[in-house]
């Protein structure tokens, strides 16, 4: 139980860009003058790919005796077309300049686990009042 707790943890860390002492803002701004430069030079191109090839379904033949007679039924046979489907040509060149942009303004593509964003707190210490402890 615990090996499978710690591979669901193990599975949440991402990848970012890491600059020390760089903040969102920075990144951002890097980021988006890098993609920007690399869209020129590689804009979005659509282009087809064959994603499976057509095929046939195999066949298969069922028989069994109704009174004297064999009847026999045949299924499958059929003919499934090649599917298509469309993707972004220049994605890599593309996504490979915008890390290189990103490096020679000083960023890492980094392995980083993520920040936790639930920190139970512990109660406030209680100390007894100065009125409690008066006698009466």
Request: glycine fraction near 8%.
């Amino acid at each position: 139980m615990a090996a499978v707790f710690v591979l669901m943890l193990g599975g949440c860390a991402q990848y970012q860009w890491v600059k020390p002492g760089a903040t969102q803002q920075e990144q951002d701004r890097d980021n988006y003058a890098c993609l920007g430069e690399a869209t020129k030079l590689y804009p979005p191109k659509q282009v087809s790919r064959i994603a499976r090839t057509a095929y046939t379904t195999p066949k298969k033949t069922s028989c069994e005796t109704v009174g004297k007679k064999l009847e026999c039924i045949t299924t499958g046979g059929d003919y499934v077309p090649e599917q298509i489907e469309y993707v972004d040509g220049n994605a890599g060149g593309r996504n490979h300049m915008v890390k290189q942009c990103m490096g020679m303004k000083g960023w890492s593509w980094e392995l980083v686990e993520p920040k936790k964003f639930y920190e139970p707190k512990q109660p406030p210490e209680t100390k007894p009042s100065s009125e409690s402890k008066k006698p009466r």
